[in-house]
Structure formats: C-alpha cells, structure tokens
C-alpha cells in the first residue's frame, strides 16, 4: 500500500476513533466551569469527591475548584476509597492533606461517616461530585444523604454537580428500605434500582423529607447538559473513571445489581477476585455446562448464560478451581436484573440441594444480605422454598408507585 493511501486510512480511522468518544453529554462540573462559577462565586467551598470527579477532558473537579476564580477551596471531604481513590475497599479514611492543593480532607468513611459541625465551621457551601452505579447498596449517595442532614443542621448550602445515572433513568426495581432497617448500604427509603441522577436523587430527599431537616437546606444542583433518560452511560461519550476498584468499566455497573446482592453471602464467586467482577456465578461443586443448560432452559427475558471455570485469584475462593456460568446482559430493558441473582440460587438450590445459599451462610454474611435487600422478609420468604415467584410481591411492591413519585424530581427527559 503506497504511503499517501496509509496516511489516509489512518486519518479516516483517527476521525472515527475521535467521533466515537466525543461527548455528548456535560457534567454539572463543566456546565458550573462554563457559567463562571457563579453557584460558587465568593464562597468558602467543601467538596465531597473521589476519583470519579472529573471533567470530560479527565482534570479533577478538585483542581478545577481550586483554581476557580473568586472560589476557595477550603476542605475536601473523603467517602469511601479516598478523594483520591487510594483506599481500598471497605477500609478505612483517614484524615489527610491533599498533597496536590494543600487542602484539608477529612474523612467521612472512618471515625464519622457524616461532616461535623467542627468540619463545617469555615465552609459556606458543599459541593458533591461522584459518579454513581445506580444502585441503592453503593455507599456514596448514603455519604451524600448523611452530608445533606449536616448541612441542613449547620445552615450551610449543599450543592450538587451532576452526572448520570450509569442505569439510565427509568429502570426501577426492587423494593424500599423497610423503617427501622436502614444502614450506610441502603440509608434511603429508595428501591434498590432507583432511576435518578445524583442531583435528582438529593432533590427527592429534600421534598420527600428523607433526612432531618429537609426544609432548611439550602440545595442547588447544576444540571448536565445533553443526558436524556434512555441514555446509559455508554451513550454520553463521556470517559468512565472506575468509582471503586471492581467497577472498571461502565458495562460492569450494568452487572453489579445482578450479581451484587448474592455476592454480599460469600456463597459462590460473582467474579470479583477474578477478571470478571460481577459477570460470573462459580463454586468448586458446580457443574458449569449443566447450569449453564439449566438457567438457560429458564428464559429470563434479556439474559443468556454460558458455562466457565477459573480459579480466582484473591478474595473469595482465591486458588480454587470453580465452575460456574458468565452472564450476559442481551437486553437491558426487559432483564430483570436484580432478579438474576435469586433465579440462579433458585437453580442451585434444586441442583445441589446441599449447597443452599443461606443454609451455608454465617450469620454475618446474611445480615448484611439482610442490610442490602433493605428489609430481613426477603431473605427469609426466599429461603423458604428457593421460589423467585415467591419473592416477586414483596421485591416488586414498590417499583411502579416509586416511578410516579420520582418523576416530580426529574430534571431529564
């Protein structure tokens, strides 16, 4: 091939690479950048971030608030995983100084998971900017709840710079948080597939009075620019920033509420430990062809399973020869996907009758199975038969009235 021809196919395929990633949507960040700052202007700024804060063109919204005209920076606040993503997780956050700007992060995953008055006390406005799952059990918007009550109690601003919701924004599934069952893994009366944006989701808490004080906070949420409801993320072109270590793409936040909730038992392998976090059901007396045959013979509408085996390589069943199925998600829209999970421990439960999910799990790992589901009725109506059918009334019972509600609170269509 002459050179000129070469120089040529390589400038049509640069142009489609640079089409294909070009945004399409604008996070609150840059449409707050854009607008001078004004939200911001002439404020004492806290800003609760992680990695995932970022603009399209990857600079931190740390540093973008930091070098923001007529705004001071004056703390940062650490969720879980750090500000700067260099924790762990489930460890804990310990207060530090940013080493980039010098400022102050105190953290909300340690000692205290909400903002002191202390914390407070030189801050006119808080600032939220994370990028979400879309899942109820993702520990951030319950560090953005707990952050909206202290601002609430110390009359400072709350503000949100949006970003969309990796699921869309029309899927709901699951139900509420019973009262009296709340925890850090499911702090809102919300089902566990909710359907909102960030900014969305903290204008539901204000007017639904979700959090103490709701009509004394002062909220502010600057809007993305470009995102509709049928967007997933990979329809915004904008970058994925893994918001905690086993969500290193936008595809694997699709999978997490489909295999997340099971996972929370220590009863078979989702993948995490593994090349495939949340892709995968595996465990050393699994017979991986003949599950793959039999979840398949189930026709769960939008799913499709193949058989595999691995060893994972830390965590749960680390060194140890599994066999199991991946999942493959064929059609969002009609998979059922927090569902997924109890059709497999369906099947097992009938294939191995001896390998029943909670039969084998410790106490611990069921109450936090308990903490995630929002409520102790799923495990034990679950539990009775191993039914999918049985849990349908009580997983679904809110689904379609929590859809109206949540409409007064869209700032997309």
């Keep these: 091939m002459k050179l000129k021809s070469i120089l040529g196919a390589v400038a049509i395929a640069s142009a489609l690479v640079a089409q294909a990633v070009t945004p399409v949507v604008k996070p609150g960040v840059e449409v707050l950048r854009d607008g001078g700052f004004e939200a911001l202007r002439g404020k004492r700024v806290g800003l609760i971030t992680n990695p995932t804060g970022v603009d399209n063109a990857l600079r931190a919204t740390v540093d973008i608030l930091n070098d923001a005209p007529d705004v001071e920076l004056v703390a940062l606040f650490a969720p879980e995983h750090g500000v700067r993503g260099d924790v762990t997780a489930g460890a804990k956050v310990a207060d530090t100084t940013d080493p980039s700007t010098g400022v102050k992060v105190y953290s909300l995953y340690g000692a205290t998971r909400r903002p002191t008055a202390a914390m407070l006390r030189d801050v006119d406005a808080v600032v939220y900017d994370i990028q979400d799952n879309g899942c109820r059990s993702y520990t951030f918007i319950s560090t953005m709840a707990n952050a909206m009550e202290a601002c609430a109690a110390q009359g400072k601003e709350f503000v949100v710079l949006d970003r969309p919701d990796p699921l869309g924004g029309m899927k709901v599934e699951g139900n509420k948080v019973d009262p009296g069952c709340e ?65 290193p793409t936008p595809e694997t936040a699709l999978y997490y509420p489909a295999t997340g ?60 020869q599994m066999g ?8 969002f829209e009609k998979a059922p996907l927090t569902l997924v999970q109890f059709y497999v421990m369906e099947a097992l439960a009938d294939m191995y009758p001896a390998h029943k999910a909670f039969a084998a799990a410790p106490a611990a790992r069921q109450k936090m199975f308990d903490k995630v589901t929002g409520s102790p009725q799923v495990r034990q109506l679950f539990s009775r038969c191993y039914r999918t059918a049985d849990l349908l009334p009580l997983w679904n019972r809110d689904a379609e009235s929590f859809s109206r509600e949540k409409a007064k609170y869209h700032l997309y269509k």
């Design 183 to 247: 925890s850090f893994v499911g702090a809102l009366p919300i089902p566990y597939i909710y359907g909102l944006t960030p900014g969305e989701l903290a204008r539901m808490i204000v007017g639904e009075k979700m959090i103490k004080g709701a009509e004394n906070l002062k909220l502010t949420v600057i809007p993305m620019e470009g995102w509709s409801r049928d967007k997933l993320f990979a329809d915004t072109g904008m970058p994925w920033v893994l918001p905690s270590p086993h969500m």
């Design 261 to 320: 909730i099971v996972g929370e038992l220590d009863y078979v392998s989702i993948g995490v430990g593994y090349t495939m976090p949340f892709r995968t059901f595996a465990a050393p007396w699994i017979n991986a062809g003949k599950l793959a045959a039999r979840l398949n013979a189930m026709k769960i509408p939008g799913v499709r399973f193949r058989p595999i085996n691995y060893k994972p390589y830390y965590g749960f069943g680390k060194g140890v």
């Design 324 to 331: 199991g199925v991946e999942l493959y998600i064929t059609d």
